[in-house]
């Protein structure tokens, strides 16, 4: 899922963006843009054998479009598998929307691009992502009805997302240590927005020693003060003596440079696309014998809460459902320790296979 494309790569394909579509195998992607309003967005649809794609849109400052394009095909992929294999009848798709969430917004803009979501009529449903937040999926919501998570429904699905990576972190604490308790064990969790928060909320309660790391002070003094946790500046976070590194922030945190330098047995964390490169870095892990939980699986939480939304919200049932990721991670480890495949291209296989089964008996979307 973390392949990553870069400038001096495409400039030696002969389509700088067809080219990174087949590498990802995607159906569609279609660009967005609007002088009026200054929307410049993307949207990218990977798969719909399973059903309509579904993923939330990202606000984010963009170095250029490849950097943006980039994104949005890795974090489309990954729904797809996400949706997989949690068993929902999704796609996977993602929207990516090219400013700064803090200076760029408008109501003119969000609508705008609500227009483009209802022109895929369906085949996309977009919801929050990182600098999104529900009062700007309304403005979505009043040009297209191609939007779940919003206020008075299935709402904010950062809990329940949170949850998910808490069962596969004990999951995961399961196969290494041989009990799921993690009392005790040191965690240290990179980022504590909306999902980092409930997460150290979780595991504060769960009796484990939390270190905390964000780049806003502001949030980072709140959740320290809230939950009693350790706050770890800067980069420091990669040399601590800990059991578990949750990134829980943006992807691409486990790298040549941060895997030297881990000290812990184990990684299981909320943000997508963890490995800069999966290929790579995945069997890196296995052979220094770190567990990594991978993302896409653990942090499936959000997806099956708005999924619910879509066939009638029942907030015990998203729980119920999200629960069962702690079966899927044991599972994962299983098939990885019997095949000895990094977990990452143990749980590809498992939402391929489901994706191939499926595909004999449903055309897409």
């Known amino acids: 899922m973390s392949e990553v494309i870069n400038a001096s790569q495409t400039n030696t394909l002969e389509n700088p963006v067809l080219n990174p579509m087949s590498v990802y195998d995607h159906e569609q992607v279609v660009f967005c843009q609007d002088k009026a309003t200054g929307l410049k967005a993307i949207i990218a649809v990977h798969d719909t054998t399973l059903g309509p794609a579904l993923g939330g849109t990202r606000m984010w400052n963009y170095v250029n479009e490849l950097e943006a394009l980039t994104?949005?095909?890795?974090?489309?992929?990954?729904?797809?598998?996400?949706?997989?294999?949690?068993?929902?009848?999704?796609?996977?798709?993602?929207a990516v929307i090219i400013g700064d969430s803090k200076t760029d917004k408008s109501e003119a803009l969000?609508?705008?691009f609500g227009k483009f979501v209802d022109s895929l009529g369906g085949k996309y449903i977009t919801a929050e992502d990182v600098g999104i937040n529900p009062r700007d999926?309304?403005?979505v919501n009043m040009e297209t009805d191609f939007v779940t998570g919003l206020p008075g429904k299935s709402g904010d699905p950062s809990p329940v997302?949170?949850?998910g990576v808490f069962v596969g972190m004990k999951a995961a604490a399961k196969e290494r240590w041989g009990s799921d308790s993690l009392e005790g064990k040191k965690v240290a969790v990179q980022g504590v927005g909306h999902v980092g928060e409930h997460l150290v909320k979780y595991l504060t309660e769960a009796g484990a020693k939390v270190y905390i790391n964000d780049i806003n002070q502001e949030q980072l003094k709140k959740v320290a003060q809230e939950y009693g946790a350790e706050v770890v500046e800067g980069?420091?976070?990669?040399?601590?003596?800990?059991?578990?590194?949750?990134?829980?922030?943006?992807?691409?945190?486990?790298?040549?440079?941060?895997?030297?330098r881990l000290k812990c047995s184990i990684i299981a964390g909320a943000a997508n696309n963890q490995l800069k490169?999966?290929?790579v870095h995945g069997k890196i892990l296995l052979e220094k014998g770190i567990l990594y939980a991978p993302d896409f699986v653990i942090n499936a939480g959000g997806l099956?809460?708005?999924?619910?939304?879509?066939?009638?919200?029942?907030?015990?049932?998203?729980?119920?459902?999200?629960?069962?990721?702690?079966?899927?991670t044991l599972n994962i480890f299983k098939i990885s320790k019997e095949k000895n495949i990094p977990t990452y291209q143990a749980a590809n296989q498992l939402a391929e296979e489901r994706i191939a089964a499926i595909g004999k008996i449903n055309q897409k979307w």
């Open 71 to 94: 994104d949005v095909l890795r974090l489309s992929r990954g729904m797809t598998y996400k949706a997989a294999i949690s068993g929902l009848n999704l796609g996977g798709g993602k």
């Open 304 to 328: 099956i809460n708005v999924n619910s939304e879509i066939v009638g919200y029942d907030q015990k049932e998203s729980f119920a459902m999200t629960e069962n990721i702690y079966n899927t």
């Open 235 to 260: 980069d420091a976070l990669y040399d601590l003596d800990i059991d578990i590194y949750a990134p829980c922030a943006l992807g691409a945190t486990v790298n040549d440079e941060t895997i030297s």
């Open 161 to 163: 997302t949170a949850y």
């Open 277 to 279: 490169d999966e290929t």
């Open 137 to 139: 999926m309304q403005y």
């Open 110 to 112: 969000f609508r705008r």
